[in-house]
């Protein structure tokens, strides 16, 4: 079995971060380990507080995982401080192989969909420039996107994009992959109406980290992705967990 490793935030109501990498990790067959970068404290009405983790035990439990696990893939989700986001990319280097690939699906988790910032303005600088080289792909949604392109030099066509369409207007959903070898494809599916959509982009980048511990291409990967969110967005749309915006989740 493979395994993969998700480094990213707590959430203690299960919708999103960790608890939902996990759930889509093992869904798809894989086994899931853990390393956790923040404390929130949020639920299905929103993000209350953010306690980051401090760098030296995010450190430490990297150093438990690689040195011990055979991990296939990594997903990188909430990164709260310039610090772990540094720390984070010093021990990939550390402990990853340069002979061996290890995919890394990155979702730069910077405001939750209640408004409060999951990651510091001087932590976006240390992601993109030691994190984003390090990564097979990055998974921003349009206002991430946005946030990026405003950054000082940087560059798009440096690295492979799934620029995430759930902020647009319009009936369907269209998901754009821009490769930096110059292919870019769409993914398109129904736009599901559901008032319950917490963890969305935890499970698309779990998902697609998953499939590449599995073998399969990156568009490949992407596919099997869209097409779990899809089924776990239907499967969370009447699931009735909590009073604001609940949870998708896979049947």
Do not use: W
Not at 105 to 119: K, W
Not at 184 to 201: A, D, M, P
């Amino acid at each position: 079995m493979e395994i993969v490793l998700t480094i990213a935030g707590s959430d203690p109501s299960g919708g999103a971060g960790i608890q939902q990498d996990l759930r889509t990790i093992e869904a798809l067959g894989c086994y899931g380990a853990s390393v956790i970068t923040a404390l929130t404290t949020q639920n299905t009405l929103g993000v209350q507080s953010v306690m980051p983790v401090p760098a030296d035990v995010v450190r430490s439990q990297l150093e438990a995982v690689l040195s011990d696990l055979d991990v296939k893939a990594i997903k990188i989700g909430q990164i709260p401080s310039a610090e772990v986001a540094h720390t984070i990319a010093e021990t990939l280097h550390q402990h990853l192989s340069p002979n061996t690939h290890h995919p890394i699906v990155l979702d730069p988790v910077m405001i939750s969909t209640s408004g409060r910032r999951l990651m510091s303005e001087d932590a976006i600088d240390v992601v993109v420039s030691e994190l984003f080289p390090l990564c097979t792909l990055v998974t921003p949604n349009i206002p991430e996107f946005e946030t990026l392109l405003a950054l000082p030099g940087y560059d798009a066509h440096r690295y492979n994009l799934l620029i995430k369409g759930g902020h647009a207007e319009g009936s369907e959903m269209a998901d754009r992959l821009c490769l930096t070898n110059g292919t870019k494809r769409v993914y398109v599916t129904e736009k599901i109406e559901s008032t319950n959509l917490h963890g969305t982009g935890c499970a698309l980048s779990s998902a697609i980290a998953a499939s590449l511990a599995q073998g399969y291409s990156l568009e490949e990967a992407v596919a099997r992705g869209k097409d779990y969110v899809t089924k776990a967005i239907r499967g969370g749309r009447d699931l009735g967990v909590g009073h604001g915006n609940g949870p998708v989740f896979y049947k």
